[in-house]
């Protein structure tokens, strides 16, 4: 059975009624980009090692991790909140026939252990805290990532000329913006062309709804070998607003920070129940988050396709691209009969992708 999808067009000259709410929409995205940046600014240099240094200053330990804790559920609960308002707005501008429930009451609908999504949100929530869990998930390569990303920062110190002009520094933002995009069209199709790649990857495939949530399902393992490709541009990021701010440039933290909306927004709406679909010219450069259905979708003739969920340049660029015509074409999502789907969520999470790993590998003995 065809699995109907809703679809939302943004209209930014009609801003009554739904297309308001779009607006209330944007909000949370706007206060996590903002935390984002922050972070990004002014603490590049403690990004991997802040959470050990909870354990090294006991006496503000309860206070950071609280702190922590308080920022990423309010930010999540609020996005969350509004896409499921939203969602419910657009619902009733629908034909009965094209209704679909909201993401949230989808979660118990996909298949597999019963509400698996809210085990892996309160999984990654937990190991993200807790770094002993991290280090232990990651084999012991955090350490190895904090030596790469200060080795990086040495280097682009002391061989990139940074300039304090609002031209240059907007041409640099950017610059390391497509750079960045284009490591991970890379990165991502690797995991999907790659056979031992795959078998970490097929963890965030595994849904068969999207659930707003749903993109939490990302196995520590696959970040522990490809997270090299994106290190060293992450850390020209941050050295690039850092060099913008100290020489007060407003016009590249501006084009950074609609950035940032852009990839969280689309982050989440790509896993929501409604696929929203930019206007052009808009769409012929950004990704719009309902093209994410069809990286999902279970139709043979999806495989392989909008890897990027930024900009649609590379897909464009290397024949990967399906634009909004096929969503009509969306059977279902998730990988059929994954075995992601046959075992507790904390089995799944933790043992499960390395021993898919591992039997691949005997099998090529």
């Known amino acids: 059975m065809t ?19 779009f607006i209330v929409l944007l909000l949370p995205f706007l206060i996590s980009a903002c935390r984002t940046v922050e972070i990004e600014s002014f603490n ?28 990423k559920l309010t930010i999540f609960l609020s996005i969350v909140f509004t896409i499921t308002l939203f969602e419910f707005n657009i619902q009733k501008h629908l034909d009965k026939r094209e209704y679909n429930l909201p993401s949230l009451s989808r979660i118990k609908k996909s298949q597999g252990y019963k509400y698996a999504d809210v085990w892996y ?16 998930l990651s084999l012991g390569t955090f350490n190895l990532f904090n030596g790469l990303e200060k080795n990086f920062h040495s280097f ?5 000329p940074f300039e304090s002009t609002e031209i240059v520094g907007s041409l640099g933002i950017i610059f390391a913006i497509l750079l960045f995009d284009l490591a991970v069209y890379i990165r991502h199709r690797l995991q999907h062309k790659i056979s031992w790649l ?33 290190l060293p541009i992450t850390v020209l990021h941050y050295l690039l607003i850092k060099e913008n701010i100290a020489s007060g440039n407003l ?33 012929y450069i950004f990704m719009s988050p309902g093209l994410h259905l069809l990286h999902h979708s279970s139709n043979p003739s999806h495989y392989d396709c909008n890897f990027c969920m930024g900009t649609t340049i590379f897909d464009r ?49």
């Open 317 to 365: 660029l290397f024949g990967t691209y399906l634009d909004e015509s096929h969503l009509k074409d969306i059977d279902s999502f998730g990988v059929k009969n994954t075995e992601y789907n046959k075992y507790h969520p904390l089995f799944s999470f933790t043992l499960l992708p390395l021993i898919k790993v591992y039997r691949r590998f005997i099998a090529l003995r």
């Open 121 to 136: 949100l309160i999984i990654t929530l937990i190991v993200g805290q807790f770094p002993l869990i991290s280090v232990f």
């Open 3 to 21: 699995q109907t999808i809703n679809t939302f067009k943004i209209n930014f000259l009609n801003l009554n009624g739904k297309y308001f709410l």
């Open 156 to 160: 682009y110190q002391s061989y990139i």
């Open 44 to 71: 590049s240099d403690r990004i991997f090692t802040h959470l050990y240094q909870i354990f090294l200053l006991p006496e503000n330990s309860l206070l950071i991790l609280s702190w922590n804790i308080f920022w």
């Open 251 to 283: 016009i590249p933290l501006i084009i950074y920070f609609l950035w940032i909306v852009i990839s969280i927004f689309g982050d989440f709406l790509g896993h929501s129940s409604i696929a929203i679909i930019y206007p052009k010219p808009l769409s």
């Open 198 to 230: 795959w078998d970490f990857h097929e963890f965030h495939h595994s849904p068969t709804e999207m659930t707003i949530i749903s993109k939490n399902r990302e196995s520590t393992f696959e970040r522990i070998f490809t997270k090299p490709l994106t």
